[in-house]
């Protein structure tokens, strides 16, 4: 998900590195078991966009701003206020919107499926959402999400739906783009 827009000008190349983590436990799945499966496939999809402008020309003008020595601190954090509002950590905050059902809760080593709504906190611009479509899975504590998110999510039992302020910090880095 963080990497759906990349301009690419005509006879330019671009190595583009990606990790995967493969759960070990994937070989244990019943229905793959089932369906005798042996192989993983990944696909990607290069395509043309029309699109005059990208969600990332903010980001663009801030890079910018940074290389120009306009700019050398990230964009302050604003700590959420209210009754509901726990401190987790320097720079994480969380809302608990709707209890769970308390019985499990996320512990490192837990899979967590879950769906998810990113925006940012300046412009209130939605960056990314899995709502009405395919939840969101990570193994909790290896580091495979920013770290905000994941001390956000420790603790958290089935159902429980939450609202996570993270500092840049906390969350994709002084630009956006950790």
Sequence with gaps: ????????????????????????????????????????ALHYTFFDTEEVTSRFTDLQKEVTAYFRGERT???????PT???????????????LRKGYEKEFVEPGTTVVCHVTGTETESG?????????TPFSYRAGTGSVVEGWEEGCLGMSEGEISKI?????KGYGKFGNK
């Design 165 to 169: 302020n993270m500092s840049s910090e």
């Design 73 to 79: 601190s990230p964009p302050e954090f604003t700590v």
């Design 125 to 133: 611009k939605m960056f990314w959402s899995t709502k009405g479509g």
């Design 1 to 40: 998900f963080c990497f759906d827009e990349q301009t690419l000008n005509p006879g330019e190349e671009l190595d583009m590195p990606v990790f995967f983590y493969i759960d070990p436990e994937f070989v244990l799945d019943p229905d793959l078991i089932t369906l005798n499966c042996t192989e993983v």
């Design 82 to 96: 209210g009754d509901n509002i726990v401190k987790l950590s320097e720079g994480v905050y969380k809302e608990v």
